[in-house]
Nanobody, 121 residues
């Protein structure tokens, strides 16, 4: 059973910083992608950033230049450094782990429970 445990959310003032962490445990393929998504009240869940086990990254347009994603493959942990936070960054942030296999169920897709990030003065 794969589990994802997120930490690091909280309340921060505009312009401040936070660092999220997500540790994965269980039987995990060494070739995978981990990432962060967020969902604000009344909005759809959106991509924040992803990183694969080779270190390639993707980012949503709204966080480019402010957020940095990184990972420690030995610890199966992904980090999200969030700088210059804005009120519109307020959301529940979810960690995701995904990989594909040649055998059923082929698509392994796991989500964390979410951590609240609130940016407010």
């Amino acid at each position: 059973q794969v589990q994802l445990v997120e930490s690091g959310g909280g309340l921060v003032q505009p312009g401040g910083s936070l660092r999220l962490s997500c540790a994965a445990s269980g039987s995990i393929s060494s070739s995978n992608a981990m990432g962060w998504y967020r969902q604000a009240p009344g909005k759809q869940r959106e991509l924040v950033a992803t990183i694969n086990s080779g270190g390639s990254t993707t980012k949503g347009d709204s966080v480019k230049g402010r957020f940095t994603i990184s990972r420690d493959n030995a610890k199966n942990t992904v980090y999200l450094q969030m700088n210059s936070l804005k009120p519109e960054d307020t959301a529940v942030y979810y960690c995701r782990l995904r990989w594909y296999s040649g055998h059923y169920p082929y698509d392994y897709d796991y989500w964390g429970q979410g951590t609240q990030v609130t940016v407010s003065s």
